[in-house]
Nanobody, 114 residues
Framework: EMQLVESGGGLVQPGGSLRLSCAASGFSLSQYVMTWVRQAPGKGPEWVSTSSASTTYADSVKGRFTVSRDNLKNTLSLQMNSLKPEDPAVYYC??????????RGQGTQVTVSS
């Protein structure tokens, strides 16, 4: 069974940093397009980043967020720096693109508050 499990969320002050991890099992994420998506309360899913041969980012996170892959650990990471009040959401990783995905994790909550 293909699974994704996110971790690393929490409470951070504005300007702080968090590193989210997405552990894959049942498949090798190095072979797939992987996407980070976030969803704030009362809002629809928002695309954050897609990693394939290259990595693209939403304008809202460009320069602050960085995606990396650890193929040995079969893990996708999202390093989030300079967190802003508009960044709080549940963050999900998914196998596939933003609009067409095949596996999604349960999400991890990110809260930004002073």
């Amino acid at each position: 069974e293909m699974q994704l499990v996110e971790s690393g969320g929490g409470l951070v002050q504005p300007g702080g940093s968090l590193r989210l991890s997405c552990a894959a099992s049942g498949f090798s994420l190095s072979q797939y397009v992987m996407t980070w998506v976030r969803q704030a309360p009362g809002k629809g899913p928002e695309w954050v980043s897609t990693s394939s041969a290259s990595t693209t980012y939403a304008d809202s996170v460009k320069g602050r967020f960085t995606v990396s892959r650890d193929n040995l650990k079969n893990t996708l990471s999202l390093q989030m720096n300079s967190l802003k009040p508009e960044d709080p959401a549940v963050y999900y990783c998914q196998r596939g693109t933003f609009t067409t995905y095949y596996t999604r994790g349960q999400g991890t909550q990110v809260t930004v508050s002073s």
